[in-house]
């Protein structure tokens, strides 16, 4: 069907979760990879930068990093997972943040609560130096394929 | 508070008592589908908790900090956002521990609406929030 769909299967028959994040150019700034570990689930991690810090004086992870890290790892969760044919598209995202980022490596894993034919429920977590100090939390819904007859307005 | 690596030369048009315009220029790197070219979710997000943030930051004393609750967005639709983005924020309501602010991002050459947003943020006692 497309370049994009056989880049992203590519990558996935290689294992290579890099091939991935590097067809995305904004995951590409902000620093993102992920693993699959030994129970399969996909852990993706927002590298610790300099750059990503919103607050010196705290110093404080940026709020933004944050929030565009949590939708980057749904999205490459979908990607990863499901038999998409096209780049899930965004419909509405929300997120609850529980306390300040550190200046370190920040953890996300997702979990797909429903999978429709043409949408997602995605839910997201993200963590920081140990499982149990979640400091976001976020949901969103994603399209997964376009409507046959398009009517926009 | 404004320069930010994952946002390149965002700027404020406008900030004061509780309004807040933000401008984002195009930047290859934004992009989230290669494909469309359009401009990735994410950085919607990251523009929006700006916005959210300073529009209530700058109805505080200056020894008064705040730190985003939530944010809730909504896309309407996608944009490869080729002049640049525009966000606007305005905070409703400022109690004394909580702003509500609605928030959203507009194509900056044609005015269309690309998502819409609301956040809710905590005003804290230390200076500038996260």
Not at chain 1, 100 to 105: A, I, L, R
Request: charged content about 20%; hydrophobic content about 45%.
């Amino acid at each position: 069907m497309n370049e994009f769909r056989d880049e992203v299967l590519a990558a996935r028959a290689s294992g290579d979760c890099r091939r991935l994040v590097e067809l995305i150019p904004y995951a590409r700034m902000l620093g993102i990879d992920f693993h699959e570990n030994a129970a399969g689930e996909l852990v993706f991690r927002l590298a610790y930068q300099p750059e990503n810090i919103g607050n010196p004086s705290l110093p404080a992870l940026h709020g933004g990093a944050v929030g565009a890290f949590m939708e980057h790892a749904a999205i490459f969760e979908l990607l990863w997972r499901l038999e998409a044919s096209m780049l899930p598209r965004v419909v509405d995202f929300s997120i609850d943040y529980l306390r300040p980022g550190q200046p370190e490596d920040a953890f996300a894993r997702c979990r797909v609560w429903r999978q429709g034919q043409r949408v997602a429920n995605v839910a997201v977590e993200t963590w920081q130096s140990g499982r149990e100090t979640t400091i976001a939390t976020a949901r969103g819904h994603f399209l997964l394929s376009a409507p046959e007859s398009a009517t926009t307005s | 508070m404004l320069a930010d690596h994952l946002l390149p030369g965002i700027e404020a048009l406008q900030a004061d008592t509780g309004r807040v315009v933000l401008h984002l220029p195009f930047d290859p790197a934004l992009v989230g589908d290669p494909r469309t070219g359009h401009v990735h979710g994410g950085v919607l997000t990251a523009l929006l908790d700006k916005a959210v943030r300073l529009a209530v930051l700058c109805r505080l004393p200056a020894d008064e900090g705040v730190e985003l609750l939530d944010l809730r967005v909504d896309h309407l639709r996608a944009t490869a956002a080729r002049a640049g983005l525009q966000s606007r924020a305005v905070c409703r309501r400022l109690t004394a521990a909580i702003g509500f602010v609605a928030a959203d991002v507009v194509e900056a050459d044609s005015g269309v609406t690309v998502v819409t947003a609301a956040g809710s943020v905590l005003r804290t006692a230390d200076g500038e929030g996260p």
